[in-house]
Nanobody, 119 residues
Framework: QVQLVESGGGLVQAGGSLRLSCAAS????????MAWYRQTPGKPRDWVAA???????TYADSAKGRFTISRDNAKKTVYLQMNSLKPEDTADYYC?????????????WGQGTLVTVSS
């Protein structure tokens, strides 16, 4: 009923930039905290950044100073601007949102988008 569609992943050289987008659609009556995670093969999913409904942002140490999370409530979209990318940033990136669908609050994940940073 609610889906998150991600875009913006791709191949980039070290030092370059990418902007990820994640848009929610479906039966949505409200959107709470939005967040980004990333995962590499054989590793657990790591939290990267979050932004509350009030616009308060937090970042993992690995993202501080390089990544910026933002949101557009009218578009029900969360963004992750990634600058000064490093090979260790290579991962599948997943967005997550807490959404009210009219029946309650649910946690919804995107399908992931691959970011590959070459050295």
């Amino acid at each position: 009923q609610v889906q998150l569609v991600e875009s913006g992943g791709g191949l980039v050289q070290a030092g370059g930039s990418l902007r990820l987008s994640c848009a929610a659609s479906g039966s949505i009556f409200g959107v709470g905290t939005m967040a980004w995670y990333r995962q590499t093969p054989g590793k657990p999913r790591d939290w990267v950044a979050a932004i509350t409904s009030g616009g308060v942002t937090t970042y993992a140490d690995s993202a501080k100073g390089r990544f910026t999370i933002s949101r557009d409530n009218a578009k029900k979209t969360v963004y992750l601007q990634m600058n000064s990318l490093k090979p260790e940033d290579t991962a599948d990136y997943y967005c997550k949102m807490f959404i009210s669908n009219g029946r309650g609050w649910i946690e919804v994940w995107g399908q992931g988008t691959l970011v590959t940073v070459s050295s």
